[in-house]
T-cell receptor, first 113, second 113 residues
Framework: DQQVKQNSPSLSVQEGRISILNCDYT??????FLWYKKYPAEGPTFLIS?????DKNEDGRFTVFLNKSAKHLSLHIVPSQPGDSAVYFC????????????FGSGTRLLVRP | GAGVSQSPSNKVTEKGKDVELRCDPI?????LYWYRQSLGQGLEFLIY????????KSGLPSDRFSAERTGGSVSTLTIQRTQQEDSAVYLC???????????FGDGTRLSIL
């Protein structure tokens, strides 16, 4: 049973527009969420995180929103750039096993010039 | 370099052989993790080391898998009597501690013939 789901395997957006990547989770014990970006043949790179005590965290062009009641988080990239084209993974961890990240299956983002 | 280093980057071996994968974490990082990514899937947690504490091996898929971390630094993941389903990218990560972002190496791509 997948505890972290990324239901869109791919997303294509025009350069300069907003990219919105979505993630849903089922485990109500999750209290820490992260987004990673992955290029081919490289390891995932940490982008941004959010604790369940917040509903928004912003870092430059990247903003993560958390809706605890809906068990949903999203990553907004504004404005999108061609270099943002990569696979994006959301991950979550629970209070009682905070070191163990549970990953979604990823969304491949393509930003068209 | 300053990042997590993994070797080899690629490994092709015959079914039934043993393999050993190596991870050199970021200096000063006390926590070390191994994950596995099968084709088209998210990352799957395998094992976690934190300082001198007993490791959490709960993600290891079978007793053919083992890992050790010597001197609180370098770690090796060993797979005995490899099977075709062991083919995957094995990723190592390290972090400063609990709830600190995990920083990943580029992985070892393991192919079992």
């Amino acid at each position: 049973d997948q505890q972290v789901k990324q239901n869109s395997p791919s997303l294509s957006v025009q350069e300069g527009r907003i990219s919105i990547l979505n993630c849903d989770y089922t485990n109500s014990m999750f209290d820490y969420f992260l987004w990673y970006k992955k290029y081919p043949a490289e390891g995932p790179t940490f982008l941004i995180s959010i604790s369940s005590i917040k509903d928004k965290n912003e870092d430059g062009r990247f903003t993560v929103f958390l809706n605890k009641s809906a068990k949903h988080l999203s990553l907004h990239i504004v404005p999108s750039q061609p270099g943002d084209s990569a696979v994006y993974f959301c991950a979550a961890s629970a209070r009682d096993s905070s070191y163990k990240l549970i990953f979604g299956s990823g969304t491949r983002l393509l930003v068209r010039p | 370099g300053a990042g997590v280093s993994q070797s080899p980057s690629n490994k092709v071996t015959e079914k039934g052989k043993d393999v050993e994968l190596r991870c050199d974490p970021i200096s000063g990082h006390t926590a070390l993790y191994w994950y596995r990514q099968s084709l088209g899937q998210g990352l799957e947690f395998l094992i976690y080391f934190q300082g001198n504490s007993a490791p959490d091996k709960s993600g290891l898929p079978s007793d053919r898998f083992s890992a050790e971390r010597t001197g609180g630094s370098v770690s090796t993941l060993t797979i005995q009597r490899t099977q075709q389903e062991d083919s995957a990218v094995y990723l190592c990560a390290s972090s400063l501690g609990l709830r600190a972002p995990q920083h990943f190496g580029d992985g070892t791509r393991l192919s079992i013939l």
